[in-house]
T-cell receptor, first 116, second 117 residues
Framework: EAQVTQNPRYLITVTGKKLTVTCSQNMNHEYMSWYRQDPGLGLRQIYYSMNVEVTDKGDVPEGYKVSRKEKRNFPLILESPSPNQTSLYFC???????????????FGPGTRLLVL | AQKITQTQPGMFVQEKEAVTLDCTYDTSDQSYGLFWYKQPSSGEMIFLIYQGSYDEQNATEGRYSLNFQKARKSANLVISASQLGDSAMYFCAMRGGRYTGGFKTIFGAGTRLFVKA
């Protein structure tokens, strides 16, 4: 089954304790992206990756790191989480390109993070 | 800078009627993509419809159509024959081009649709 998986789905942590949220896709997609969703703000892009070893900042990259060492994986790293990073996080992937089937982003189920 | 505006925080529609959800965008790119996603209360993000900036015809996907007016920079979603299961949050999104910050994707704040029986 074609899918984007994220782990963990729920996480409660404390300020300053490094954490990683994993994202994996099995569709051989080139484009991957991380978003955070906060009430009233929609989804905001944190980082995206056009291909292996190619990453770029979205609109809210501060406090986050990413890496793309393999095509299928795109982990999100919070080196020193703070309470303002409490949010719902989505990973997404797409083929990459500028046609409907290439552009459509498939989303993971989301990771709900609470930083105390 | 790119921007997506959804001016309707909430909308009500009677079951079986059509409804239009508004979306306006701003970009200086010539090539861009526009999307609508649905987020039901369960939280997942579901792709609904896509319109490329060079597509001359409005996109349609079943009961969903996108009313694309390029000169006005609007990309409204039309849902025909609303169903109770259409009650959800709807997001308009835009993928930018290489000339304005790479291939970022931005989302509007969303419109919550309530379908009444």
């Amino acid at each position: 089954e074609a899918q984007v998986t994220q782990n963990p789905r729920y996480l409660i942590t404390v300020t300053g304790k490094k954490l990683t949220v994993t994202c994996s896709q099995n569709m051989n997609h080139e484009y991957m992206s991380w978003y955070r969703q906060d009430p009233g703000l929609g989804l905001r892009q944190i980082y995206y990756s056009m291909n292996v070893e190619v990453t770029d900042k979205g609109d809210v990259p501060e406090g986050y790191k990413v890496s793309r060492k393999e095509k299928r994986n795109f982990p999100l790293i919070l080196e020193s989480p703070s309470p303002n990073q409490t949010s719902l996080y989505f990973c997404a992937s797409s083929l990459g390109g500028q046609e409907r089937d290439q552009e459509t982003q498939y989303f993971g189920p989301g990771t709900r993070l609470l930083v105390l | 800078a790119q921007k997506i505006t959804q001016t309707q925080p909430g909308m009500f529609v009677q079951e079986k009627e059509a409804v239009t959800l508004d979306c306006t965008y701003d970009t200086s790119d010539q090539s861009y993509g526009l999307f609508w996603y649905k987020q039901p209360s369960s939280g997942e993000m579901i792709f609904l419809i896509y319109q490329g900036s060079y597509d001359e015809q409005n996109a349609t996907e079943g009961r969903y159509s996108l009313n694309f007016q390029k000169a006005r920079k609007s990309a409204n979603l039309v849902i025909s024959a609303s169903q109770l299961g259409d009650s959800a949050m709807y997001f308009c999104a835009m993928r930018g081009g290489r000339y304005t910050g790479g291939f970022k994707t931005i989302f509007g704040a969303g419109t919550r649709l309530f379908v009444k029986a």
